[in-house]
């Protein structure tokens, strides 16, 4: 039995398979890592974003295991209920005082803790300046905050100011990934600092690819971001932690309004409080993780070099452990990503909407568990498929 508004959806599937839009699920067997098994293939995977080799980490393994005999497996409620363990909030003021801000508060993905912190500092009134590369979870944020949503160009801090100086809003915020998640360039911290000051404005940060990797891994925030109480500073913690859940820190009155108004903090079960264990766990890997973070510059150094003079795409500009490769069109990325599979390397093609048409990509992404050896036989792979 069809009718049409499912023949509508198989219609739009279709027009997706058409488009080389089409996107599938891999299946992983056993541990995420450098090296895995993936559709039932051994491969060397530069798609992950444990970008220190945490997430299956013998420590916080044992951390999983040893809070498991002391809190159980569920929550049971919200943070407001009874739900709020004392392995959460253990985690709340460790990574706070790492940070370098004055409080923090968990939650249970990236993704919810943007629209928390979004949608609690401003609302119908106020208004939203996002660059236009910002990630999904932003953008969602954004709209679901019901502000204005006014977005610049990639960067393009003359743009935002003339923004900032035409609103008339009385709330606004800045936000921006920190480090962009497709592209792997930095954002000038500094900078838009002085603009929120100028106008008044907050700047809410997401560095869910800068913390753990960046400035002995306390992540991208400068010496004045981190004193600054107008900026609101998020991580992740399924990344390069190694882990699951996010933290937004800042100004104790920042994170006090988030707990009483947040409402994807107040209407959601906690987290596992082992899961708060093992991060408490994680972060002692990550203060302790130079010599992880030099390796994985090490890596990033190692495949700069080999790619230099590639002839099938161009390296994007970047010092991060996200090393793009631009192809341009979906189809040739799918085909490079396919021949790199054959070789028992994965590296996902990226396409729209996820970046902007014409600009699919090879996201490769570097880990310190990858090995030099995993690194050079990328780049010959890459030289050879070209
Ligand atoms: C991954 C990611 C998120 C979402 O975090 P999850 O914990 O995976 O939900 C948010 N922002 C950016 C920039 C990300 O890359």
Redesign the pocket.
């Known amino acids: 039995m069809t009718f049409p508004a499912l023949t509508r959806l198989q219609d739009g599937l279709a027009a997706l398979k058409a488009g080389h839009l089409e996107r599938r699920r891999r299946l992983l067997d056993g541990t995420q890592g450098a090296h895995a098994t993936i559709d039932g293939q051994r491969v060397v995977s530069f798609c992950s974003?444990d970008y220190l080799g945490l997430a299956a980490d013998p420590a916080l393994v044992q951390a999983a295991h040893a809070a498991l005999e002391t809190c159980g497996v569920g929550a049971g409620a919200a943070h407001l209920i009874t739900g709020h363990h004392r392995f959460h909030h253990e985690f709340e003021l460790a990574f706070a005082r790492f940070v370098g801000k004055p409080a923090a508060l968990l939650f249970s993905?990236?993704?919810?803790?943007?629209l928390a912190g979004v949608t609690a500092l401003v609302g119908r009134h106020g208004e939203v300046f996002a660059d236009k590369l910002?990630?999904a979870?932003?953008v969602d944020a954004a709209q679901l905050s019901g502000a204005s949503f006014t977005r610049y160009r990639h960067a393009d801090l003359a743009q935002l100011e003339g923004q900032l100086a035409a609103s008339r809003a009385q709330d606004k915020v800045i936000v921006s990934?920190l480090?962009?998640?497709m592209d792997g360039d930095i954002v000038p911290v500094d900078a838009l600092l002085d603009l929120a000051e100028r106008y008044d404005a907050w700047l809410y940060l997401?560095d869910?690819?800068g913390f753990g990797v960046l400035n002995g891994g306390r992540g991208g925030l400068t010496e004045r971001a981190r004193a600054s109480d107008r900026v609101i500073y998020?991580a992740?913690?399924?990344?390069a932690a190694g882990v699951?859940?996010?933290a937004v820190a800042g100004h104790a009155g920042v994170i006090e309004w988030l707990i009483q108004k947040a409402r994807p903090y107040i209407y959601t079960t906690a987290s596992p409080p082992l899961l708060a264990a093992c991060l408490l766990e994680s972060l002692r890997q990550i203060e302790a993780g130079d010599t992880r973070r030099e390796r994985l510059h090490r890596h990033v150094a190692q495949l700069r070099e080999g790619l230099a003079n590639l002839t099938c795409g161009t390296l994007m500009e970047s010092a991060t452990p996200i090393q793009p490769l631009l192809i341009g069109a979906n189809a040739d990325a799918v085909r490079l990503s396919q021949a790199l599979l054959q070789r028992g390397l994965l590296v996902p093609a990226i396409r729209t909407p996820t970046v902007p048409a014409g600009t699919a990509r090879l996201r490769i992404t570097l880990s310190a568990a990858h090995s030099t050896e995993d690194v050079a036989q990328l780049v010959e792979a890459l030289h050879a498929v070209a």
């Open positions: 974003n993905t990236g993704y919810m803790a943007n910002n990630h979870s932003l990934d480090v962009f998640s997401d869910a690819h998020l992740t913690l399924g990344k699951a859940g996010a």
